[in-house]
């Protein structure tokens, strides 16, 4: 017998092994060259734990006596044996594990008799010898009471059909004439019929024999792991045990991919999780280099779109073709900086044709989740394209390069819907610019970001915010006053009126940046009063009419100046008021 790497644990050695939730479990000592596996760090010894139909290896240190015991024999084990027969499966382990003592025993003393005793009959046998207390199983004795009870059962059986048989020939003998002819003739009819049926019963015994053993060798190929167990420990199977191993470790791969929710009748095409895998193959590494070249070609054809060279359908076409090459692609924060792709993938989600659209989104939105997710974080709240890129985007877009990244990243928050419907005589590009050159000399990154932030919610505050801006009832300098706090801003200036006659003197006003008086919008208003002075000053006793019918929304007051104003000859809005107390202004028909 070869020795393990332990000289106190020889290989086909029985130990008992300890972990952490089961009893002390028996095992039996491997030899490590034999299991090919490397041993853990601190594990000396390898062990094959049962029962045989959840056969499993184990690695242990012999030096550990916490984790590791020789079996002593079921004498001196008892309570181990005991403590472990409450777990269904260690309760089998220890039956096989003294079936096989049992046969190592009757195999070491060279008595091995002609019907060796099955392993439910060894077990018993152990089982009974350690409540006794004996010490040994005359195994001769037991086998020759075993003979001899089923010789006498033969012979009683043998003897009561000898008697009916001889009791049957000689009432036929008695019978005479012609009823002994017929008894012949039926006798020799019922023997060829018993041959006949003993020759069809043969064949078949023939036939079943020939499928056992074909499927015994199936079951052999398919149940390895239960015959090395079995063969290890010296323990007999029969072909039933095999079929029904065979059979519970069916049921075990059928509940496991249950739990694991994969259907055994499922296709790649039903299946999620092949797609996501196909998918995650075939991506790769892009080079700075094939970035930079796929994003000047997009920008090429971003620019024959605005420039109105091409239209979405025409280049769509060159458009899909470069985005089929960055969606197999993985890229990083440093490329994503460098190259400026995230960018011009961005301007790529509007004005375009629908599959344009989705693919775009798609990669950004696979690019955004592969990131890190301090990066996320940092691109949520501050903005994708000031961090992906550090140039503005392409010419079309920034119109000449005059929009930086604060300018471009406003005028990506309008909608087309927004800009639509702003007066004619705005323009959402110069509005940009101006309050791009607002915020980088008057603000920090953190305010920028937070004006940013703002502009691009798309709940209601920035809907309101995006457009009052367009409407002329907030200006940059409004939005730089109150950074900290826009959501009040918004809703305080949404019942303001527009100021028809306004000149912001300081540098923030919206005159120095070239896009005309920020009166231009509203100049289709006139004051409908009969004021010598053709433009008289809202809230002044001039031209205007005094009410108390309203009460002041801001503080209460009751007194309150009243003017209206008509965009055609025949269509009035309704009046706006402007309290004397507060000198606040609403409009009478949003109350």
């Known amino acids: 017998?070869?020795?393990?790497?332990?000289?106190?644990?020889?290989?086909?050695?029985?130990?008992?092994?300890?972990?952490?939730?089961?009893?002390?479990?028996?095992?039996?000592?491997?030899?490590?060259?034999?299991?090919?596996?490397?041993?853990?760090?601190?594990?000396?010894?390898?062990?094959?734990?049962?029962?045989?139909?959840?056969?499993?290896?184990?690695?242990?240190?012999?030096?550990?006596?916490?984790?590791?015991?020789?079996?002593?024999?079921?004498?001196?084990?008892?309570?181990?044996?005991?403590?472990?027969?409450?777990?269904?499966?260690?309760?089998?382990?220890?039956?096989?594990?003294?079936?096989?003592?049992?046969?190592?025993?009757?195999?070491?003393?060279?008595?091995?008799?002609?019907?060796?005793?099955?392993?439910?009959?060894?077990?018993?046998?152990?089982?009974?010898?350690?409540?006794?207390?004996?010490?040994?199983?005359?195994?001769?004795?037991?086998?020759?009471?075993?003979?001899?009870?089923?010789?006498?059962?033969?012979?009683?059986?043998?003897?009561?059909?000898?008697?009916?048989?001889?009791?049957?020939?000689?009432?036929?003998?008695?019978?005479?004439?012609?009823?002994?002819?017929?008894?012949?003739?039926?006798?020799?009819?019922?023997?060829?019929?018993?041959?006949?049926?003993?020759?069809?019963?043969?064949?078949?015994?023939?036939?079943?024999?020939?499928?056992?053993?074909?499927?015994?060798?199936?079951?052999?190929?398919?149940?390895?792991?239960?015959?090395?167990?079995?063969?290890?420990?010296?323990?007999?199977?029969?072909?039933?045990?095999?079929?029904?191993?065979?059979?519970?470790?069916?049921?075990?791969?059928?509940?496991?991919?249950?739990?694991?929710?994969?259907?055994s009748g499922s296709t790649p095409r039903n299946d999620p999780a092949y797609y996501y895998r196909k998918v995650r193959s075939a991506r790769r590494s892009a080079s700075s280099v094939e970035l930079r070249t796929c994003t000047q070609e997009l920008r090429v054809f971003i620019s024959r779109f605005l420039n109105g060279a091409a239209t979405a359908i025409e280049v769509e076409s060159d458009i899909l073709s470069t985005l089929r090459q960055l969606a197999n692609v993985d890229v990083t924060v440093a490329q994503l900086q460098e190259t400026g792709v995230g960018v011009a993938i961005g301007s790529l989600l509007r004005s375009f044709t629908p599959p344009v659209v989705q693919l775009a989104q798609a990669i950004l939105n696979y690019w955004f989740h592969s990131l890190p997710q301090k990066i996320q974080q940092q691109l949520s709240a501050e903005n994708e394209v000031?961090?992906?890129?550090?140039?503005?985007?392409?010419?079309?877009?920034?119109?000449?390069?005059?929009?930086?990244?604060?300018?471009?990243?406003?005028?990506?928050?309008?909608?087309?819907e927004e800009i639509n419907d702003a007066p004619a005589s705005v323009d959402a590009m110069a509005l940009c610019r101006t309050l791009e050159d607002v915020l980088e000399r008057h603000c920090d990154a953190d305010a920028q970001m937070t004006v940013l932030s703002a502009f691009g919610d798309t709940g209601d505050t920035g809907k309101a915010l995006r457009r009052l801006v367009l409407e002329g009832k907030i200006y940059a300098q409004d939005i730089i006053t109150h950074t900290g706090n826009i959501p009040l801003l918004v809703r305080t200036r949404q019942r303001r009126p527009p100021n028809i006659h306004v000149t912001l003197n300081s540098p923030t006003s919206m005159e120095g940046s070239g896009m005309g008086s920020p009166t231009s919008p509203f100049d289709v208003f006139s004051p409908k009063d009969d004021a010598s002075n053709s433009s008289p000053v809202f809230g002044s006793p001039s031209g205007r009419t005094t009410t108390a019918l309203y009460t002041c929304p801001h503080c209460g007051a009751n007194d309150a100046y009243q003017s209206s104003y008509s965009v055609q000859a025949h269509d009035n809005l309704p009046d706006i008021l402007r309290c004397k107390k507060c000198e606040q202004t609403w409009n009478m028909a949003e109350q």
């Open 1 to 263: 017998m070869s020795t393990s790497t332990s000289t106190n644990y020889p290989v086909n050695s029985w130990v008992w092994l300890k972990q952490i939730g089961y009893p002390w479990w028996p095992a039996m000592v491997l030899d490590p060259a034999q299991v090919e596996s490397d041993l853990p760090e601190g594990s000396d010894i390898v062990l094959l734990c049962g029962p045989s139909t959840a056969a499993t290896l184990a690695f242990a240190s012999s030096t550990d006596v916490q984790q590791l015991r020789p079996y002593n024999g079921a004498t001196q084990d008892a309570e181990l044996i005991e403590a472990g027969r409450s777990d269904e499966s260690c309760a089998a382990a220890i039956e096989e594990m003294m079936a096989a003592v049992a046969n190592s025993d009757v195999v070491s003393g060279e008595e091995v008799p002609h019907d060796a005793p099955s392993a439910s009959t060894a077990a018993a046998a152990e089982a009974n010898h350690a409540v006794n207390g004996k010490d040994n199983v005359d195994w001769d004795a037991l086998v020759a009471e075993t003979e001899a009870a089923m010789a006498e059962q033969r012979n009683v059986v043998s003897e009561k059909k000898n008697k009916k048989d001889k009791k049957h020939k000689k009432e036929k003998g008695d019978r005479g004439g012609h009823d002994g002819l017929d008894g012949d003739r039926k006798t020799g009819k019922e023997k060829s019929s018993r041959r006949r049926h003993r020759h069809r019963r043969d064949e078949a015994n023939l036939e079943e024999g020939a499928a056992d053993s074909g499927s015994d060798d199936d079951d052999d190929e398919s149940g390895n792991d239960e015959d090395v167990f079995q063969r290890r420990i010296g323990a007999s199977s029969s072909r039933s045990a095999m079929k029904k191993a065979k059979h519970q470790r069916q049921s075990t791969l059928e509940e496991y991919d249950l739990r694991s929710g994969t259907l």
């Open 386 to 416: 000031d961090r992906c890129s550090m140039e503005t985007c392409s010419d079309g877009v920034a119109a000449g390069n005059e929009l930086g990244r604060i300018g471009v990243s406003l005028f990506g928050c309008f909608t087309e």
